[in-house]
Nanobody, 122 residues
């Protein structure tokens, strides 16, 4: 089993920055893909960014390219999402997830954290 716990959410003004963390415990295999997804009120959960655990290949949704950076600290089993130049449209609950395939489809992810709220005021 894999357990994921997010932290770092909060309230920030537009243009500000936040850094989300996701502490992973349990059996993390090097072949896993880790991802950040988000869900705004009334909307489906959507892909934000993913990273392959062993070779750090990344992918981002177009709306966050150049503003968000996904990274890992493999020694500490921790996933990060650095979010800069935040916009009100980034307001959502952010979830980290772990899966066995390098895909952006949320349905392919096996393990999920509880989520952390990010609110961006205009």
């Amino acid at each position: 089993q894999v357990q994921l716990v997010e932290s770092g959410g909060g309230l920030v003004q537009a243009g500000g920055s936040l850094r989300l963390s996701c502490a992973a415990s349990g059996r993390i295999f090097t072949g896993y893909t880790m991802g950040w997804f988000r869900q705004a009120p009334g909307k489906e959960r959507e892909f934000v960014a993913i990273i392959s655990w062993n070779d750090n290949i990344t992918k981002y949704v177009d709306s966050v390219k150049g503003r968000f950076t996904i990274s890992t600290d493999n020694a500490k089993n921790t996933l990060f999402l650095q979010m800069n130049n935040l916009k009100p449209d980034d307001t959502a609950v952010y979830y980290c997830a772990a899966g066995r395939r390098y895909r952006t489809d949320k349905d392919l992810y096996d393990y999920w954290g509880q989520g952390t709220q990010v609110t961006v005021s205009s």
